[in-house]
């Protein structure tokens, strides 16, 4: 089996069938103490909202570094932009009844939409192995969660215990966790040069 050619389906296997962990506690568990013993650590010098901080920064370098190396984001923004333009010209041909302009256009629309299915595979193709690392992150977090009582002031919605609801359904500390890597990767994608759709 060629690893370069499926790598990125081996990882998207692996990384869903650590998904489906979540459901069976035996292994949830099991992976919550296999990772407990490379955070815990942390806990016995950081309070837990930093633990949560410092494990997001680590999320968003390493999902930084994989989209940079594996997206072609140049690629990416020419497909964008010729895709807006085509779709300017075909609603134009379509608004003056141009027949003969509307099917010539019709035919280069298979290809346009081959090029924007390609690059939306390229963009998917990364989440594998950012899955991998993420979900024992969240294991852990799910595993040492029960004996966490810390708490945090959000704005607006004032101090609330990292287990307890912040936002509808929303646990406190996943909140904690969102709002950190989206500062962070936004830092870190600034500081990577890398760039966005």
């Given at each position: ?64 570094i994989i989209q940079k190396y594996t ?127």
């Amino acid at each position: 089996m060629d690893l370069k050619k499926h790598g990125g389906t081996i990882a998207l296997i692996l990384a869903m069938m650590l998904m489906m962990s979540y459901v069976i506690e035996p292994v949830r568990v099991g992976i919550g103490m296999t990772m407990d013993v490379l955070f815990r650590p942390l806990l016995n010098v950081f309070p837990f909202f930093i633990v949560i901080a410092i494990l997001s920064t680590l999320t968003g370098l390493y999902s930084s570094i994989i989209q940079k190396y594996t997206i072609d984001y140049e690629r990416a923004q020419e497909v964008q932009a010729r895709a807006k333009e085509f779709q300017k010209e075909f609603r134009e041909a379509q608004l003056s009844e141009d027949e003969k302009k509307i099917k010539k256009m019709e035919a280069r629309r298979d290809k346009m939409m081959q090029e924007q299915l390609e690059v939306s595979r390229e963009q998917f193709k990364p989440m594998s192995y950012i899955l991998l690392v993420s979900i024992p992150i969240f294991l852990w977090l799910l595993y040492v969660m029960p004996g966490i009582q810390t708490t945090i002031v959000f704005p607006y919605l004032g101090e609330k215990t990292l287990t307890e609801s912040a936002l509808s359904f929303i646990p406190a500390w996943i909140l904690w966790y969102m709002l950190c890597s989206l500062a962070i990767s936004q830092i870190i994608r600034k500081s990577m040069n890398i760039g966005g759709l």
